[in-house]
């Protein structure tokens, strides 16, 4: 997972405070910044870093770095210090350095209509941070290579325009997009296929078999590009290969903001891998991560569409269980 260096500063700019301990209700629909630095043998997540390690008590304080580095020079080298006393004896306070440069978590999420031909997915109520949840329903459209989105839904083919900024999909996940050779097919081919009004018609919609998902998986079948359209062949294979390794990113990021949202730092000990991964959320609830047959827990829903696969084992979306 890509991240960028990040400094004190830096992270005082997120667009909430914290202290001690972190309560805040604010919805939150762009990054709120969480960052992360590794101490002391765990890993500290948080919004703003704080002066002190929370697991061992250490002062974290970058002045205060800057002064033991220069003592400990000084005691090298024989020469007194601030107080003109030489430091032939160790200093009293312990203030230990974090073995990797604070870093910010890169943010998952995206605004829909600053990516071009792209397909693009969101909850079908609510965002991803502060609504999703087990009984969650997805909802996928397609963006043109002008930025505007298209999707099918009960109230038949809509197109949204990039300028009208629609506040629904602020918070998206981007699940497959294609390079700018592209663009002038992927739009003529969107056209096609909005162009048969009847298919796409409000007395058409059926939730269950006749939804956004359907019509996402008949474009790309008829864009024939490459994996993107070889997995649209099956609700199943695009869902495997696209759909569930993007919400398993999402759900490890939700999982940690909500902890966060609460608490202002979370705490993480080094720990074997294990094949079944679990983050308790703060707010009472799991978010679990797993490997499994498909079954119960083994679906994606769009609509009230439920997509499983019989076949073999395959990772499951990530849910939050009650």
Not at 85 to 93: A, D, F, I, L, Y
Not at 146 to 164: A, K, N, P
Not at 198 to 205: C, D, K, L, M, P
Not at 223 to 235: E, F, G, I, V
Request: with cysteine.
């Amino acid at each position: 997972m890509l991240a960028t260096t990040t400094s004190t500063a830096a992270a005082a700019t997120t667009t909430t405070t914290t202290t001690t301990r972190r309560q805040s209700t604010t919805t939150i629909t762009s990054d709120p910044g969480i960052l992360c630095f590794h101490h002391c043998n765990v890993k500290v997540f948080c919004f703003v870093l704080p002066l002190t390690c929370p697991h061992c008590n250490a002062q974290l304080d970058a002045d205060a770095d800057a002064d033991a580095n220069t003592n400990a020079e000084g005691s090298a080298n024989g020469t007194p210090n601030a107080s003109g006393v030489g430091n032939s004896s160790p200093n009293p306070m312990t203030i230990t350095i974090t073995r990797l440069l604070p870093f910010r978590l890169p943010y998952p999420f995206v605004r829909a209509t600053q990516h071009p031909c792209a397909i693009v997915l969101r909850p079908s109520t609510g965002d991803f941070l502060n609504d999703y949840s087990n009984a969650t329903d997805l909802h996928i459209a397609v963006t043109t290579s002008g930025g505007d989105i298209v999707e099918f839904d009960r109230d038949g083919l809509q197109r949204h325009r990039r300028d009208d900024n629609p506040r629904d999909w602020w918070q998206s996940l981007l699940v497959g997009d294609v390079p700018e050779p592209w663009h002038y097919y992927w739009d003529e081919v969107l056209e096609q296929i909005c162009g048969d009004s009847t298919r796409w018609s409000i007395a058409r919609y059926e939730e269950s078999s006749h939804n956004c998902y359907t019509f996402v998986l008949a474009f790309l079948q008829a864009l024939s590009y490459a994996q993107l359209s070889d997995a649209a062949r099956t609700k199943t294979s695009f869902c495997e290969k696209y759909i569930v390794p993007r919400t398993t990113t999402a759900g490890k990021y939700i999982s940690l903001y909500r902890r966060l949202r609460l608490a202002g730092v979370h705490v993480q000990r080094h720990q074997p891998k294990q094949r079944l991964s679990k983050l308790d959320v703060a707010d009472g609830k799991d978010l679990k991560v797993a490997n499994t047959k498909a079954g119960t827990n083994g679906y994606i829903c769009h609509g009230s569409t439920t997509y499983t696969a019989r076949s073999h084992p395959r990772q499951t979306l990530c849910t939050i269980e009650e």
